[in-house]
Nanobody
Framework: QVQLVESGGGLVQAGGSLRLSCAAS????????MGWFRQAPGKERAVVAA????????YTADSVKGRFTISRDNAKNTVSLQMNGLKPDDTAVYYC?????????????????WGQGTQVTVSS
């Protein structure tokens, strides 16, 4: 099992940038696919981006394509989400999630373990 802790959320003005990080503990991280999801008030949790175990394949939601980039460092047991050009619609709680086996997946039910989330608020 892998435990996940997100960091890097906060308040930013529209057009700004944030970098979210997810620190993983557990011996299976390097073989796990990882994803970032977000959930705004009154909305369902939805995928933002995902990456397979060796970074060869990634998925990015259309709503953030060209603005957000997912990456991972298996040596440091971290996965990151670089968010540029932030918009008020990006305001949400962002969650890191992992799944085994390590193929990319884009739905909530495909993921086995979750972090507690970090709040991102974008002001207009």
């Amino acid at each position: 099992q892998v435990q996940l802790v997100e960091s890097g959320g906060g308040l930013v003005q529209a057009g700004g940038s944030l970098r979210l990080s997810c620190a993983a503990s557990g011996r299976t991280f390097s073989r796990s696919a990882m994803g970032w999801f977000r959930q705004a008030p009154g909305k369902e949790r939805a995928v933002v981006a995902a990456i397979n175990w060796n970074s060869r394949y990634t998925y990015t939601a259309d709503s953030v394509k060209g603005r957000f980039t997912i990456s991972r460092d298996n040596a440091k047991n971290t996965v990151s989400l670089q968010m540029n050009g932030l918009k008020p619609d990006d305001t949400a709680v962002y969650y890191c999630a992992g799944r085994d086996p390590g193929q990319v997946a884009a739905t909530v039910r495909d993921y086995d373990y979750w972090g507690q989330g970090t709040q991102v608020t974008v002001s207009s």
